[in-house]
């Protein structure tokens, strides 16, 4: 399976992101503890070291498995476990250990703080008391702009405007990015620290300062609302948002299309969207929208691609040295009901952004090199390696890679990440009109497709 980039947002830092510009990961990581409800705890230095080596020797393990040469692995514990052993709390040790991942250059890695108590105050083990600013950020050229703004939520009430330009959110300093940084981990870490900065507990206080087109300066406080719709736990990952959003959009001609949303790749999503499916067999074409979508459990993809195709395919491999397991999708024709059915077989398109990752770009490359899916958007993070969860002596979880990816066609989409066949980047005037230009190139597409069996 594959998680990292889901986690980033919850635990505030992207820990691989290389180049010495770590400004906004670093102010991220500073908030970890107001955003969770976690506190600092003392280590001793025997409890320190040991869990230095512990994640060491894991990466090394990875290292070694994918059969990756080009770093001196040891010298970098020679550097590190002394100041490992020194660290005084679980923060500064993690710090350490964010050090040791950044010299991988390589996504999913991270270090994950471990989750309070149950019994402790402002923890939950189902994560109820998580809250969302009701806002989502993405880039507009090289700004970080407000993107969306829910329409029942907090931020709407006070008058936060899509198209606004953001330039803090709390103690969170958005760092400037050049082109260069159009794709790849530096843009994803700013994106994902936003996203920290914007979630925590429910009804804690979050500030926003941000610009306006005309330059005024807008300074607004309100209280985050619960996080709505389920949440779900997988291993050793903290709760993630497990819902689906679905509905039905009609065409100028009259017919409809199947619009579906969700969050994250988790376990309890999979019912959800196959019932969105199945009541979607007699429109003319199914959306799935992918944006903001960070991942989760890969092999979920499978199953998801069952419902699009009418014979056996295969949507990637998982690689590591000497070994590789197939991504198999295998028709679906039986509902959860047990009716007969035929595999979806009109025209899908996948709307995808900076923001979709992991199992989410691994989708929509498998379907699109299998001349499946059309995808619209905006070029996805490239953050595709499988990974897993391991928990450390200290009770913190280390994501590591164990796998490299390549997609149906043998691409490569890590540090790439999906390419649109119809790209629609986001413009300022679209956001501040709140018009979603790449849904309605996909819905376009879909009323001009004439259907078509995979």
Known sequence: MTLAATILPLCGACAASPGPDL???????????????????????????????????????????????RIDWAAVRRELAPRAARARSDVELRGVIDDMLRQLGESHFAILPAPPSPHAEGGSRDGGTLGSAGVAVRFVDRDLVVWRVDSAGAARRAG??????????????????????????????????????????????????????????????????????????????????????FERRSLGDGRCVGLIRFEYWMPPVMPALDTAVDASRGC???????????????????????????????????????????????????????????????????????????????????????????????????????????RLPTGDVLMHVVADFVAADGSRIEGRG????????????????????PLAAALGWIERARPARP
């Open 160 to 245: 936060v405007v899509p198209g606004w330009r953001v330039e803090r959110i709390d103690t969170f300093t958005p760092p400037a990015v050049g082109a260069a940084d159009s794709v790849g981990l530096k843009r994803l870490g700013v994106l994902t620290g936003a996203l920290g900065a914007l979630r925590g507990p429910a009804g804690s206080r979050v500030q926003l300062v941000m610009r306006d087109p005309a330059g005024r300066l807008h300074d607004v406080s309100f209280a985050r609302d619960t996080l709505r719709g389920p949440l779900a736990r997988f291993g050793n990952l903290p709760p993630l948002p497990a819902s689906l959003q």
């Open 418 to 437: 999906t390419v649109p066949d119809e790209r629609v980047p986001l413009l300022v005037a679209d956001v501040l009109a709140e018009r979603d230009a």
């Open 284 to 390: 003319a074409g199914i959306v799935l929208d992918l944006r903001g979508n960070l991942g989760g459990v890969a092999a979920m993809m499978m199953g998801a691609a069952g419902h699009f195709l009418s014979e056996p395919k295969t949507l990637g491999t998982m690689r590591t040295r000497g070994e590789e397991m197939r991504f198999a999708a295998n028709p679906r024709r039986v509902t959860a009901a047990g009716a007969a059915v035929e595999p979806f077989g009109g025209p899908l398109a996948i709307v995808i952004d900076g923001l979709s990752a992991s199992t989410s770009e691994m989708f929509a490359a498998g379907l699109q090199a299998l001349g499946r899916a059309r995808v619209f958007g905006e070029r996805s993070a490239g953050q595709a390696l499988p990974a897993i969860a391991t």
């Open 23 to 69: 400004h906004g990961v670093d102010q991220a990581r500073a908030r970890l503890q107001s955003d969770t409800g976690l506190r600092e705890r003392a280590v001793d230095s025997a409890l320190a070291a040991a869990t230095f080596d512990s994640a060491w020797r894991t990466v090394g393990t990875s290292l070694e498995g994918r059969g990756v040469t």
